[in-house]
């Protein structure tokens, strides 16, 4: 039989073991992950009886549950804890990547637009100022040839008609 670290005390008449955090070693999302994982084997209680320290408890459902029991199931809280310690730092370290995953993730479920989609989309409005030219097809910068001429000289290109 092992002794409990000094941060760990079990109480054998309430069936609970209590387990004391550092709330700056472990942040408190890793914290309640690790509770959440425990909520189908056992009652939990989180409390903050100083300033930067959580404590958890952890209330067996066996209503005379073995002293062995109660410390293997904080040993085993303690694990899930690292864990979701070590996954929250992950996560933090790798926020944007993930953002940017997700978005275009999202995007690409949408998947095209339909045809109705771009037959109700209003092309008129200008999207964005052109002052360089780029947008300009090669007709519009530099005319076209006029091949009923037979000359090859450049013509520029018409202008269309309003309302066409």
Not at 16 to 45: H, K, M, T
Not at 63 to 83: D, I, K, W, Y
Not at 84 to 95: D, G, K, L, V, Y
Not at 115 to 139: C, H, M, N, Q, V
Request: some cysteine.
């Amino acid at each position: 039989m092992h002794k409990p670290p000094p941060n760990v005390t079990v109480d054998l008449d309430a069936g609970a073991v209590r387990l004391g955090v550092d709330g700056e070693l472990y942040p408190l999302p890793a914290i309640y992950g690790a509770a959440y994982v425990f909520i189908d084997r056992c009652y939990v209680f989180l409390g903050r009886p100083a300033p930067g320290r959580v404590e958890v408890t952890l209330q067996a459902r066996d209503p005379s549950p073995e002293a062995e029991a109660l410390r293997a199931l904080v040993g085993e809280f303690a694990n899930e804890l690292l864990s979701c310690a070590w996954r929250h730092q992950i996560t933090a370290e790798n926020r944007q990547l993930i953002e940017a995953v997700t978005t275009q993730a999202l995007a690409g479920a949408m998947g095209p637009p339909s045809l109705d989609d771009l037959a109700s989309f209003d092309f008129t409005d200008d999207a964005f100022e052109d002052p360089l030219g780029i947008a300009k097809s090669w007709e519009e910068k530099h005319g076209r040839k006029d091949k009923s001429a037979g000359t090859g000289a450049s013509q520029p290109a018409a202008e269309p008609e309003e309302g066409a």
